[in-house]
């Protein structure tokens, strides 16, 4: 396993590569983690806030705690955190087989945690940055003529999916049950992306990266997505009268798992309006 030193941190990259640099610290990966600011609660804000954060903190000894109430962005204030009963929070114990609280800071953020003598988690980088993806880089920064980069472009689609799946949650593995109609399952966007025709008729050419760029902010205008979609569908043929509306905006309805949260059903396919999980199977009679 790398070590802590062998990370050298996002800010070590920008001199040579700036426009990654610049594009990535803009995007919701680079804030998924920081402390809690002066006048938000607990001492961890997990979430940058594009739909939601969730705080966390120290609660003695043996535990953190996920407080009960997170802030939402649609409402722009706080509700009960997902999950949750009551706005007392959960305790998690540190040392926990399931290490549950350790597993929420190791997906916010990059390079190995630090875990205190006294139990306190301290991050290596906060957020997801360079090095969670690239994998640790520190001698290439000192001397990226005699330690060259992996190249990320000659990683298969189906390798990226793993990568990104690592924290999106990975495909189903075989003859596994998920219920690919539970809205809570929208936000393992892997899962449903390789439940999709698209991904598995498409011989390993789909990816995360056929439509989101790894290093900028998420593109939030549906029909930016269009081209990706034409550039395997020139010619989708339909009954339905499609002008002026987005692809996704049908083939990739939006899901509501609870108030105030929205995810993107990534298993591409007919849906009814109205009905976002449920398939409409092209080969069944309609
Ligand atoms: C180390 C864990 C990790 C890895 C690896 C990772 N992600 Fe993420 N990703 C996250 C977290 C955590 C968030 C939530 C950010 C937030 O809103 O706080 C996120 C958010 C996103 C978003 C939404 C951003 C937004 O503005 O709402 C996209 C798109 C995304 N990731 C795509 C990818 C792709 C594509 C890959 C692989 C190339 C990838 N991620 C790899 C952890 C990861
Ligand atoms: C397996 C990796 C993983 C673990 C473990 C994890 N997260 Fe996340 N988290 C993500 C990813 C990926 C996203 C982005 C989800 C999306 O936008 O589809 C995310 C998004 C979020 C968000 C933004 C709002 C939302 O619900 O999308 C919050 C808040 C959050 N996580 C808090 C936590 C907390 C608190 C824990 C521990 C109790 C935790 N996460 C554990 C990967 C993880
Ligand atoms: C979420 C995962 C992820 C993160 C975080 C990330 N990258 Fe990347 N990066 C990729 C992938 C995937 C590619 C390959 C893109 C492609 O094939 O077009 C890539 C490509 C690159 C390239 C090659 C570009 C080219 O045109 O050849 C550089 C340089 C790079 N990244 C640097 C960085 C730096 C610096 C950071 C941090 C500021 C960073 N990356 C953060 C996933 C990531
Ligand atoms: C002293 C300058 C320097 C620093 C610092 C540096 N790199 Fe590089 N990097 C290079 C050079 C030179 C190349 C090869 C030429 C190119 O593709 O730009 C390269 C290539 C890469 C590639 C692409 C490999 C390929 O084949 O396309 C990635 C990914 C990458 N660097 C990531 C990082 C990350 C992550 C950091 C920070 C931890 C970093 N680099 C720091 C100079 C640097
Ligand atoms: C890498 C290529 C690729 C990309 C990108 C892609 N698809 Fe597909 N898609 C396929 C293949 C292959 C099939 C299988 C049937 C066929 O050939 O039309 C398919 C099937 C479909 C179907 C029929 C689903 C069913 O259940 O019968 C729809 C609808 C669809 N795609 C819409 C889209 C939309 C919308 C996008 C963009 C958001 C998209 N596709 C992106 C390759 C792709
Ligand atoms: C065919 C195109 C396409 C592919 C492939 C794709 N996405 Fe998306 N993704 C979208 C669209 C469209 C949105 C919605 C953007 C918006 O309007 O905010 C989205 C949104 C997201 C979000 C924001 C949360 C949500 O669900 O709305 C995350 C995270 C994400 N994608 C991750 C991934 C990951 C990880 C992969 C690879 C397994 C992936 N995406 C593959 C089109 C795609
Ligand atoms: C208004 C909603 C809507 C929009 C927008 C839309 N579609 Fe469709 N699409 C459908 C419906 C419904 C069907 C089922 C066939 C029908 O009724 O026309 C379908 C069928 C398909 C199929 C399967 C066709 C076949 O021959 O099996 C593909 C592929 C497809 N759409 C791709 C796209 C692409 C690419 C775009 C964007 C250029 C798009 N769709 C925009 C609703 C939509």
């Known amino acids: 396993m790398a070590a802590t030193s062998d990370y050298a941190g996002a800010a070590a990259c920008a001199a040579c590569h700036p426009n990654e640099s610049k594009q990535q610290a803009a995007s919701a990966h680079a804030h998924a983690l920081s402390p809690s600011k002066p006048g938000q609660p607990g001492e961890w804000a997990f979430g940058a806030g594009a739909q939601a954060t969730t705080f966390v903190r120290r609660a003695g000894p043996a535990n953190y705690m996920e407080m009960g109430e997170s802030w939402y962005r649609a409402i722009n204030g706080f ?17 926990d087989p399931s290490a549950g609280i350790l597993r929420c800071f190791s997906c916010h953020s990059t390079g190995p945690l630090n875990l205190a003598s006294d139990g306190a988690i ?38 990226l999916n793993r990568i990104c799946g690592d924290c999106h949650r990975m495909p189903a593995a075989a003859g596994d049950a998920t219920n690919l109609e539970n809205a809570w399952n929208a936000r393992h966007e892997p899962l449903l992306l390789a439940a999709s025709r698209c991904f598995r008729e498409s011989a390993g050419k789909l990816s995360c990266i056929t439509c989101h760029s790894p290093h900028a902010p998420l593109e939030t205008r549906a029909a930016a997505y269009d081209g990706a979609c034409r550039s395997c569908h020139a010619r989708a043929a ?3 009268t499609i002008s002026g509306r987005a692809c996704a905006s049908c083939h990739m309805p939006r899901v509501r798992p609870q108030e105030n949260l929205a995810f993107t059903n990534h298993r591409i396919a007919i849906y009814r309006a109205g009905d976002p999980l449920r398939p409409v199977f092209n080969e069944a009679p309609r």
Do not use: S, W
């Open 79 to 95: 509700a009960l955190t997902p999950g949750h009963h009551n706005a007392q929070g959960v305790l998690y114990r540190i040392f």
């Open 122 to 159: 301290t991050p290596h980088e906060e957020g997801v940055r360079c090095e969670a993806c690239h994998g640790p880089a520190a001698a290439h920064a000192r001397n990226p003529a005699e330690n060259p980069m992996p190249d990320p472009k000659k990683i298969t689609a189906d390798e």
């Open 238 to 240: 339909h009954r339905v």
